[in-house]
Nanobody, 115 residues
Framework: QVQLVESGGGLVQAGGSLRLSCAAS????????LGWYRRAPGKQRELVAR???????NYADSVKGRFTISRDNAKNSVYLQMNSLKPEDTAVYYC?????????WGQGTQVTVSS
C-alpha cells in the first residue's frame, strides 16, 4: 500500500513557475513508476509526465521543454517543476504510483494560471 500527498499548487501568472511535490508513505517507494496527471475543467484526466523506477522520463507533448519530473527515493518523493506556465495548464494535478496491477493516487492539488 502506498499513500500519496501532493503539495505546491497555487495561483500563478502566465510565464511563472511552480514546483509540485508528492510525498509517499507505505510500501517500498523506489520500485514504483511515478507520474503526474492533470484534469482540467470539463476535460478528461491526462498524463503530464512519468518517471520509471530507473529514472527514465517521458512527457506529454504540451509540456515538453517546460516541465521536469524528478524523484528522490531517499525522501520518498516525486516532483514536477513547471516553468513558463500557460493558462491552459490550469488543472488539478494528481500524483500517481504504479507497479504491475497496483496503482495509487493522491488527492490532487489545484494549479491555476492567470493570463
Amino acid at each position: 500500500q502506498v499513500q500519496l500527498v501532493e503539495s505546491g499548487g497555487g495561483l500563478v501568472q502566465a510565464g511563472g513557475s511552480l514546483r509540485l511535490s508528492c510525498a509517499a508513505s507505505g510500501s517500498i517507494f523506489s520500485i514504483y513508476a511515478l507520474g503526474w496527471y492533470r484534469r482540467a475543467p470539463g476535460k478528461q484526466r491526462e498524463l503530464v509526465a512519468r518517471i520509471s523506477s530507473v529514472g527514465t522520463t517521458n512527457y506529454a507533448d504540451s509540456v515538453k521543454g517546460r516541465f521536469t519530473i524528478s524523484r528522490d527515493n531517499a525522501k520518498n518523493s516525486v516532483y514536477l517543476q513547471m516553468n513558463s506556465l500557460k493558462p491552459e495548464d490550469t488543472a488539478v494535478y494528481y500524483c500517481n504510483a504504479f507497479r504491475g496491477s497496483a496503482e495509487y493516487w493522491g488527492q490532487g492539488t489545484q494549479v491555476t494560471v492567470s493570463s
